[in-house]
């Protein structure tokens, strides 16, 4: 079946010890993402990346460091979580086919990573 | 500044009435404009993409390039729509391609 995968869907942590979450997707796509969600914020865009090594900074990324080193595998590392950083987490990924303006294609999004940090 | 805004945190509206979900965008550029839909306890998908101009589930979202607007309408609204919409755009500038979420709209289609 073809989907994105997050782990752990549930964490509850301290402020400053070390966590990362995985992201991983079975559809060969080039672009992935990751997203915090809070109340009244709506998604907010943590990091992208458009292929393999390539990546670059969505609207929040303090706090947060990605890697793709594989192209299936995009994990979001958090290296001293702060209780600012509890929130719900989607990884995102999708075809990269860019339009003339930007991209066109589906987003296909993880089931989400309910963070809580103390 | 690149924007995206959807004014109502909630919309109510009976079963059988007509629904339009606003959504006004901020961006210099052409983007691309997208509808997300998220279901009680499923995963967030899409409903609908400007560039596609289709209709899915009876909901259509046309581009007003002048207003700088992509509402999404459905003329009757059906219990089963209830969920939270959120309105999307990406654009890619200089090699950057962001996505930009608004802050989303809960709509409950009421018996």
């Known amino acids: 079946e073809a989907q994105v995968t997050q782990n752990p869907r549930y964490l509850i942590t301290v402020t400053g010890k070390k966590l990362t979450v995985t992201c991983s997707q079975n559809m060969n796509h080039e672009y992935m993402s990751w997203y915090r969600q809070d109340p009244g914020l709506g998604l907010r865009q943590i990091y992208y990346?458009?292929?393999?090594?390539?990546?670059d900074k969505g609207d929040v990324p303090e706090g947060y460091k990605v890697s793709r080193k594989e192209k299936r595998n995009f994990p979001l590392i958090l290296e001293s979580p702060s209780p600012n950083q509890t929130s719900l987490y989607f990884c995102?990924?999708?075809?990269?086919?860019?339009?003339?303006?930007?991209?066109?294609?589906?987003?296909?999004f993880g089931p989400g990573t309910r963070l809580t940090v103390l | 500044a690149q924007r995206v805004t959807q004014p109502e945190k909630l919309l109510s509206v009976f079963k059988g009435a007509p629904v339009e979900l606003k959504c006004n965008y901020s961006?210099?550029?052409?983007?691309?404009l997208f509808w997300y839909v998220q279901y009680s306890r499923q995963r967030l998908q899409l409903l609908l993409r400007h560039i596609s101009r289709e209709s899915i589930k009876g909901f259509t979202a046309d581009l007003n390039k002048g207003e700088t607007s992509f509402h999404l309408k459905k003329p009757f609204a059906q219990e089963e729509d209830s969920a939270m919409y959120y309105c999307a755009l990406s654009g890619g500038a200089s090699g950057t391609y962001k996505y930009i979420f608004g802050t989303g709209t809960r709509l409950k289609v009421l018996a």
């Open positions: 995102a990924s999708s075809q990269l086919m860019p339009g003339l303006a930007g991209l066109s294609n589906e987003q296909f």
């Open positions: 990346s458009m292929n393999v090594e390539v990546t």
């Open positions: 961006y210099s550029g052409s983007p691309e």
